[in-house]
C-alpha cells in the first residue's frame, strides 16, 4: 500500500509516519504545503492512501483537488472536531481528530481496506466540506456575559485584551485591569471567538490583536506577547504555532 502524508508540521508528520510503520506502511512522500502538494501530485504517480490535514501553510488543502484530479482514497486528519464530522463520515474513507491516536489510526487503514475489498471508495463532495467547516455568515461572540456575586455583568469583546486559563478554570483580563471568570473552556471559545481578532497563541492563552504592544523572539524559536495591560505573566507563542500567529498578525 503507498500512502503520501499532506501535513503542514513536520514533527506532526514525522509521528503519523512512524506510526505508519507500524502497520507496515512507509509513506513515500510526506508534504507541508498545497503549492508543493499541488507540484508533487503533477509529477508522480498518486498513492492509494492520502492522509490529508485540511489547513495548510498557504491555505486550505482543498486548493490541491481544484488543480489536480486526485485519485487517492482519502482519510482527514484535523483538528475540526464540531462541524464536518458527518460529511468527513459520508464523503471520504475516514477522519482521525488530532492528536491523533494509534488504535483510531488502524481502524481508519482497516476501513479503507474494506473499501478496497468491495471495489469502492469514498465519494469526495469537497463543496460540502468546505461549508461545513466555514459556514457561511458565521456569527461571532460579541459580548460574554460573567456572574460577579448576585449580578451579572456584560463584558464586550473589544474590551477584553485576553482568555486564559488558571488552576483549571477560563477567565478573562479586560483593558481596564479586571479579570472575571468565565464558564467556557478555551476549546469552547475556539468556536465563538472571531478568528481575524483573537488567536490560541498556546494551551494557556487567547489573544486579542488589538491588545498587542509588543512583540519579541524568545527561546527554541518562540516568540513572547507583551499586550497592553496584562502583566500576570509571560504570554509564550509556541513553536507549533508561531507560523500561524505570524499568518495572523499579517492578515
Same mark, same amino acid.
Given at each position: 500500500?503507498?500512502?503520501?502524508?499532506?501535513?503542514?508540521?513536520?514533527?506532526?508528520?514525522?509521528?503519523?509516519?512512524?506510526?505508519?510503520?507500524?502497520?507496515?506502511?512507509?509513506?513515500?512522500?510526506?508534504?507541508?504545503?498545497?503549492?508543493?502538494?499541488?507540484?508533487?501530485?503533477?509529477?508522480?504517480?498518486?498513492?492509494?492512501?492520502?492522509?490529508?490535514?485540511?489547513?495548510?501553510?498557504?491555505?486550505?488543502?482543498?486548493?490541491?483537488?481544484?488543480?489536480?484530479?486526485?485519485?487517492?482514497?482519502?482519510?482527514?486528519?484535523?483538528?475540526?472536531?464540531?462541524?464536518?464530522?458527518?460529511?468527513?463520515?459520508?464523503?471520504?474513507?475516514?477522519?482521525?481528530?488530532?492528536?491523533?491516536?494509534?488504535?483510531?489510526?488502524? @481502524? =481508519? #487503514?482497516?476501513?479503507?481496506?474494506?473499501?478496497?475489498?468491495?471495489?469502492? +471508495?469514498? %465519494? *469526495? &463532495?469537497?463543496?460540502?466540506?468546505?461549508?461545513?467547516?466555514?459556514?457561511?455568515?458565521?456569527?461571532?461572540?460579541?459580548?460574554?456575559?460573567?456572574?460577579?456575586?448576585?449580578?451579572?455583568?456584560?463584558?464586550?469583546?473589544?474590551?477584553?485584551?485576553?482568555?486564559?486559563?488558571?488552576?483549571?478554570?477560563?477567565?478573562?483580563?479586560?483593558?481596564?485591569?479586571?479579570?472575571?471568570?468565565?464558564?467556557?473552556?478555551?476549546?469552547?471559545?475556539?468556536?465563538?471567538?472571531?478568528?481575524?481578532?483573537?488567536?490560541?497563541?498556546?494551551?494557556?492563552?487567547?489573544?486579542?490583536? @488589538? =491588545? #498587542?504592544?509588543?512583540?519579541?523572539?524568545?527561546?527554541?524559536?518562540?516568540? +513572547?506577547? %507583551? *499586550? &497592553?495591560?496584562?502583566?500576570?505573566?509571560?504570554?509564550?507563542?509556541?513553536?507549533?504555532?508561531?507560523?500561524?500567529?505570524?499568518?495572523?498578525?499579517?492578515?
Amino acid at each position: 500500500m503507498k500512502a503520501v502524508i499532506i501535513e503542514d508540521e513536520k514533527p506532526a508528520a514525522r509521528r503519523l509516519s512512524r506510526m505508519l510503520n507500524e502497520f507496515g506502511i512507509e509513506p513515500i512522500a510526506m508534504l507541508h504545503s498545497v503549492e508543493e502538494s499541488i507540484n508533487w501530485f503533477m509529477n508522480n504517480e498518486h498513492p492509494d492512501l492520502l492522509f490529508l490535514d485540511i489547513q495548510l501553510s498557504d491555505g486550505l488543502s482543498f486548493e490541491i483537488f481544484e488543480e489536480v484530479d486526485i485519485k487517492s482514497a482519502i482519510i482527514f486528519t484535523t483538528a475540526y472536531d464540531e462541524y464536518a464530522l458527518k460529511a468527513f463520515k459520508l464523503n471520504s474513507v475516514d477522519y482521525l481528530l488530532k492528536p491523533i491516536d494509534i488504535d483510531e489510526l488502524e @481502524n =481508519a #487503514i482497516d476501513q479503507y481496506k474494506k473499501l478496497q475489498s468491495n471495489s469502492s +471508495k469514498g %465519494v *469526495l &463532495n469537497l463543496e460540502q466540506i468546505k461549508h461545513l467547516i466555514a459556514p457561511a455568515n458565521k456569527n461571532y461572540k460579541t459580548r460574554f456575559t460573567v456572574k460577579i456575586g448576585p449580578h451579572l455583568k456584560m463584558i464586550s469583546v473589544d474590551a477584553i485584551e485576553c482568555f486564559f486559563s488558571e488552576n483549571k478554570a477560563t477567565n478573562i483580563y479586560t483593558i481596564d485591569h479586571r479579570t472575571y471568570l468565565l464558564e467556557d473552556t478555551l476549546e469552547q471559545l475556539e468556536e465563538k471567538l472571531q478568528p481575524s481578532t483573537f488567536f490560541r497563541v498556546n494551551r494557556q492563552y487567547f489573544i486579542n490583536i @488589538n =491588545a #498587542i504592544k509588543d512583540i519579541i523572539s524568545y527561546s527554541n524559536s518562540r516568540l +513572547k506577547v %507583551v *499586550l &497592553n495591560s496584562f502583566k500576570d505573566s509571560e504570554i509564550i507563542v509556541s513553536r507549533e504555532r508561531v507560523k500561524d500567529f505570524k499568518t495572523w498578525i499579517d492578515n
